[in-house]
Each structure stands twice: as structure tokens, then as C-alpha cells.
């Protein structure tokens, strides 16, 4: 017992790297903001979210020193840059209030992206730009910038939302 109670007292997770070359084809769009009066809120977001990438995933996580799941990731994100606080649920979240963004190439930096795995909405990340957005994608993982239009995620894009006007 003892032994197992000075595992959970360790040191925190390291953080490691996940950067990984783009092969975004949208990488070469021009950067876009939601709107000129939310661009400084954009960027805090953007910015937020790029600082969290290498945090481990835990399911239910939402802070930094816990881990992150997909959704707990996002609304700690809001939460800290903006004050906005988002539902529990990628599903609750794409429920929300704000602007849809259908196309890919529409998307400005710190729209919330979402993905239907399953006939549904279960995960859900942030745009950062570029073609490339944040995200807790899973078990034994940890926060990661993947390309949007990549193989697995650009199959299961379902839509934008703009929170940011």
C-alpha cells in the first residue's frame, strides 16, 4: 500500500513534444480572425491552447495538472482566456449558441471544431489556424496539434462553431 501511494505521489507528467510537420492543404490560407473586435480574444485562445499542447489526456480531466479530455480541454481554454465557460459535453457544447461553420476553408482561429465518430458529435478541439487545430484525442495520449484535413479527422468533420463574433 505504501508503494502504491508513493506512485501517485510522484512527479506530475512530463510534458512532451507533439509537433509534427503539417500536410494541412489548408495550410496555405491566409490567417483569418472571427471578427476585427474579437481578434485580441482569438488570439488568447490560440495561444492558450498551443501552451497546453503535451498535457496528458485523463478522461474527465480539465485542468493542466489533471489532464485533459477533449472537452474539459476546450472549456478550460475559454474559460481562462475569455471567461466564457462552455457545457461539460463536446455533444452539449456543438448545441450552443454561436455562428456554424460548414466549410473547412471558413474557419477562423479559435472556432471550436467538431467531429461525428459514430452518427454523432463526441469530440470536439479548437482551430488554431493554418489548417491545423488542439485537441485531447484520447486514452494514453496527451494534448496534440493534428492537421484538420488529415486522414482520419478530415473524414469526420462535421462542422465549426464561432464563438467569437
Given at each position: 500500500m505504501?508503494?502504491?501511494?508513493?506512485?501517485?505521489?510522484g512527479t506530475p507528467h512530463k510534458r512532451q513534444p507533439t509537433y509534427k510537420t503539417s500536410h494541412s492543404a489548408l495550410a496555405d490560407l491566409p490567417p483569418r480572425a472571427p471578427s476585427a473586435a474579437s481578434a485580441g480574444e482569438a488570439?488568447?485562445?490560440?495561444?492558450?491552447?498551443?501552451?497546453?499542447?503535451?498535457?496528458?489526456?485523463?478522461?474527465?480531466?480539465?485542468?493542466?495538472?489533471?489532464?485533459?479530455?477533449?472537452?474539459?480541454?476546450?472549456?478550460?481554454?475559454?474559460?481562462?482566456?475569455?471567461?466564457?465557460?462552455?457545457?461539460?459535453?463536446?455533444?452539449?457544447?456543438?448545441?450552443?449558441?454561436?455562428?456554424?461553420?460548414?466549410?473547412?476553408?471558413?474557419?477562423?482561429?479559435?472556432?471550436?471544431?467538431?467531429?461525428d465518430i459514430g452518427g454523432a458529435i463526441s469530440h470536439v478541439g479548437v482551430y488554431v489556424g493554418k489548417g491545423r487545430f488542439v485537441h485531447a484525442p484520447n486514452s494514453g495520449g496527451t494534448v496534440r496539434l493534428d492537421d484538420l484535413d488529415g486522414p482520419y479527422w478530415g473524414d469526420h468533420f462535421a462542422y465549426g462553431k464561432r464563438l467569437l463574433e
Open positions: 505504501a508503494l502504491l501511494l508513493a506512485a501517485c505521489a488570439n488568447d485562445v490560440l495561444f492558450r491552447a498551443i501552451g497546453l499542447v503535451g498535457t496528458p489526456y485523463r478522461w474527465g480531466g480539465n485542468t493542466p495538472d489533471s489532464g485533459f479530455d477533449c472537452s474539459g480541454l476546450v472549456d478550460y481554454i475559454y474559460r481562462a482566456a475569455t471567461g466564457i465557460s462552455l457545457p461539460r459535453t463536446s455533444h452539449a457544447m456543438s448545441t450552443m449558441q454561436g455562428r456554424k461553420v460548414n466549410r473547412m476553408t471558413q474557419l477562423a482561429s479559435g472556432d471550436l471544431v467538431f467531429f
